[in-house]
Nanobody, 116 residues
């Protein structure tokens, strides 16, 4: 079973930066292939939305609201989200997401709070 472990959330002032990390691992040790990894977020009272995704390590897709501020990168079983120029509206729980051999896997979420 593939698990996703996220890190890097926290409290930051408006205009600041944070970097989120997510690593995929297989509990039984078997070899697995990840095609697409990405980040979603869910703010209080709102639906979960796609922030950014990356396929095969080089084809990236971004939500309009984060273009020019966030950068997604990844290698094999790890994905990062560099978040710059953070705004209060970026406050949300950020979830790592991966497609592994046709199955969708989610991380437990990490809270990002942008506040002065």
């Amino acid at each position: 079973q593939v698990q996703l472990v996220e890190s890097g959330g926290g409290l930051v002032h408006p205009g600041g930066s944070l970097r989120l990390s997510c690593a995929a691992s297989e509990t039984s040790g078997r070899v697995f292939r990840v095609n697409t990894m990405g980040w979603y977020r869910q703010a209080p009272g709102k639906e979960r939305e796609l922030v950014a995704s990356i396929t095969n390590g080089d084809s990236a897709n971004y939500a309009d609201s984060v273009k020019g501020r966030f950068t997604i990168s990844g290698h094999i079983h790890t994905v990062y989200l560099q978040m710059n120029s953070l705004k209060p509206e970026d406050t949300a729980v950020y979830y790592c997401n991966a497609w592994v051999s046709g199955d969708e896997v989610w991380g437990q979420g990490t809270l990002v709070t942008v506040s002065s």
